[in-house]
Nanobody, 127 residues
């Protein structure tokens, strides 16, 4: 099991940027796929981005493609989500998740494929 702790959320105006971090402990981070998801009250958890163990195969939801960048630093056991050109509809609680890759360079987008989750960090974008 891996422990994940998100940080970096907050309140930002539309068009602004934020960087979320996800610090991992308990397992070798470099062996884990990492994903970011978001959720608003009454809605299902939504895929945002995922990155493979090597970091060379990011995947993005269409709604954030071109505005968000997922990255990882295996030496620091930390993943990141850089968010630019934020919109009010990006307002949500953001969660990082990790799992052992089902196959090389996998980047799962189904939350059911992830074993471990952080507690979430709130991002609020004002118009």
């Amino acid at each position: 099991q891996v422990q994940l702790v998100e940080s970096g959320g907050g309140l930002v105006q539309a068009g602004g940027s934020l960087t979320l971090s996800c610090a991992a402990s308990g397992r070798t981070f470099g062996y884990l796929v990492m994903g970011w998801f978001r959720q608003t009250p009454g809605k299902e958890r939504e895929f945002v981005a995922a990155i493979s163990t090597s970091g060379f195969s990011p995947r993005y939801a269409d709604s954030v493609k071109g505005r968000f960048t997922i990255s990882r630093d295996n030496a620091k056991s930390t993943g990141y989500l850089l968010m630019f050109s934020l919109k009010p509809e990006d307002t949500a609680t953001y969660y990082c998740a990790a799992t052992s890759p089902p196959r090389p360079e996998a980047t799962p987008f189904d939350p059911k494929e992830y074993d471990d989750w952080g507690q979430g960090t709130q991002v609020t974008v004002s118009s």
